[in-house]
């Protein structure tokens, strides 16, 4: 009998805890289906409006005028107030917390979902002030000419003689000309840095600069491990490297290495390297059509830009910004370039960098749902854009893709080799800058900003600064404006282009020779891209696309064997 009535209270117990299990896959059910419709109406509301504020950057980015200035201000508050929703947030974090969204696919966008909104929980009357402040400072950079001896300068004329002048009175005025935009624009970036770090503040962070890396899936402290690491890694060979740039510099100025400056190095912020090597990148492009060499290239791998380029501004206009950028307007297939194109070998890394951009947008997933289809990370679209931009100044390259004879090709390669390697070096240390630079800023922008730029220029580039000086040269930089806290990703975006070139040259094409691959003329290139990189969009976190695409962790190692070991 007891026996009987264990059975009997056993089988009553598993009948409620099936009843227990069933109830509660039906309130994930109910959970999901709720989810599904919180998306739903999120989409209706979004799609339509980024699409909108999305042309509206473009065209201001282009025209320049005020007025277009003002609707794409009055478009992003409008996107940034839908996210700033404390009602929306609160469901958000209910789901969230709740635990009951598990379809893989909708678990991923409430994640994303909960970041944008997160990032966005500040006072409506801030928001609009953040926006439009920012908004302020850009149309000033696109607007901004600098004046040398009564002659407006662009930013290309600028470069062009700080990279072709040996005259150092010339070069000064030039360089200290380009500088006037972050005197201007100082003072209001330091009140959006202050707006910034209130809201994040505000938000349970300790600065705005730790925000931004939370909120993108990144954790601060490893990070600045990674730059830690790479500074070990480069210092030594950087600081051969400048002797030698200092020593043909001095030598091509007619002056003593000592009497170099900031000016000398060919650059206004020295984040690329000094042509110091006996190959002339621009004579392969100087009367080609670059535009019409990326496309080829392009199409011979498989990814067509034909339609990118029809819709793309590509060459200098009065009051348009100076910079390059790819837009997804729509995240269905609406991509579009800016770019001021010269036909030099600057211009010809920009093209295929942008369009890098371009081809990761366009052929992304359309089954995916809309909030998915963007790059794993920022720094991943970075990846290939920089991926393609090496290109430019590589031997096969220029020989596979421009049509340059293969003898002059063999005569330019170790030069190009050299050259590559000291661009490499040369923007890795200025990434430092920027990096440690705003991470300064917003632990601590009242310290004297103007000093602690120079600090760090001297200390990861090698450069003096000038004596006397105390201008607030770090606010001409326009990324540390509209491109917050963002640069770091430029950096980790050249490990994952160096990954990404072994693994297509080994695991895809089956080269047992590393150095040098064009891969033009190899559409399995397109294809593995498209399949392993483009497609999987965001649909899982970056670490796990990068290792399904490569096999591997995101590393240095592909890095350090390409660029640091000097060979």
């Not at 409006?49 to 003002?70: C, H, I, K, P």
């Not at 003689?161 to 009175?169: E, G, K, P, V, Y």
Request: proline share 4%; charged share 30%; net charge neutral.
């Amino acid at each position: 009998m007891k026996i009987q009535i264990k059975i009997a209270l056993a089988l009553a117990a598993i009948s409620f805890l099936a009843l227990v299990v069933r109830a509660g896959a039906a309130k994930a059910v109910d959970d999901e289906a709720a989810f599904r419709s919180f998306l739903k109406a999120y989409e209706e509301k979004v799609v339509p409006l980024s699409r909108d504020a999305n042309l509206a950057s473009f065209q201001a980015s282009v025209s320049g005028r005020d007025e277009d200035y003002r609707r794409s201000a009055d478009l992003q508050v409008q996107l940034k107030r839908v996210h700033a929703d404390a009602a929306s947030f609160a469901r958000l974090k209910a789901f969230r917390e709740g635990g009951k969204v598990r379809e893989p696919l909708l678990r991923r966008q409430l994640d994303i979902l909960y970041n944008a909104f997160l990032g966005n929980q500040v006072p409506d009357a801030r928001l609009e002030e953040m926006v439009r402040l920012q908004t302020k400072i850009e149309q000033a950079f696109n607007t901004f000419r600098m004046q040398v001896d009564g002659q407006a300068l662009s930013d290309n004329d600028a470069e062009e003689i700080l990279r072709s002048s040996t005259d150092s009175a010339r070069l000064e005025k030039v360089w200290k000309a380009s500088k006037e935009v972050g005197r201007r624009v100082a003072p209001d970036i330091l009140k959006l840095v202050a707006l910034r770090n209130e809201a994040a503040r505000g938000l349970g962070f300790a600065n705005f600069q730790q925000m931004q890396l939370r909120l993108n899936e990144q954790d601060p402290a490893q990070v600045e491990a990674l730059f830690d690491e790479l500074d070990g890694l480069t210092r030594d060979g950087f600081a051969a490297l400048k002797n030698d740039i200092d020593a043909f510099l001095a030598a091509r100025g007619g002056i003593e290495r000592a009497a170099l400056r900031p000016w000398h190095y060919q650059n206004r912020f020295f984040q690329e390297a000094p042509a110091i090597y006996a190959v002339d990148l621009d004579s392969y492009y100087r009367g080609r059509d670059v535009v019409a060499l990326a496309r080829d290239y392009y199409r011979g791998i498989g990814l067509d830009i034909e339609d990118v380029i029809a819709r793309s501004d590509l060459f200098e206009k009065p009051g348009k910004y100076q910079h390059a950028f790819s837009s997804d307007i729509d995240r269905c297939g609406d991509v579009r370039v800016l770019c001021s194109v010269k036909p030099d070998s600057y211009w010809m890394n920009t093209l295929l960098h942008e369009f890098g951009h371009s081809v990761y947008a366009k052929y992304n997933d359309p089954s995916l749902p809309w909030l998915l289809r963007d790059a794993a990370h920022a720094f991943t679209t970075e990846a290939v854009a920089n991926f393609f931009g090496r290109f430019a100044a590589s031997p096969s390259w220029l020989r596979d893709a421009a049509g340059v004879p293969a003898a002059e090709s063999e005569r330019i390669r170790a030069d190009s080799r050299r050259a590559l390697r000291l661009q490499q070096m040369v923007f890795s240390r200025w990434a430092q800058v920027m990096f440690r630079f705003e991470k300064s800023l917003y632990e601590d922008p009242g310290q004297d900003l103007n000093r602690r730029w120079w600090e760090l220029v001297e200390k990861y580039q090698l450069l003096a600064m000038p004596a006397g000086r105390d201008e607030p040269d770090w606010a001409a930089k326009i990324h540390i404006a509209l491109y917050p806290c963002y640069y770091h990703n430029y950096l980790l975006g050249e490990l994952l282009a160096s990954q990404l070139y072994d693994h297509i040259a080994v695991d895809v094409l089956k080269s047992a020779d590393l150095e040098d691959l064009s891969f033009a003329g190899r559409p399995e290139v397109g294809r593995f891209l498209v399949d392993r990189v483009f497609k999987p969009g965001m649909r899982w976190p970056w670490p796990e696309m990068i290792e399904r695409a490569c096999g591997e962790k995101l590393t240095a190692a592909h890095y350090a064997r390409q660029f640091v070991g000097g060979k």
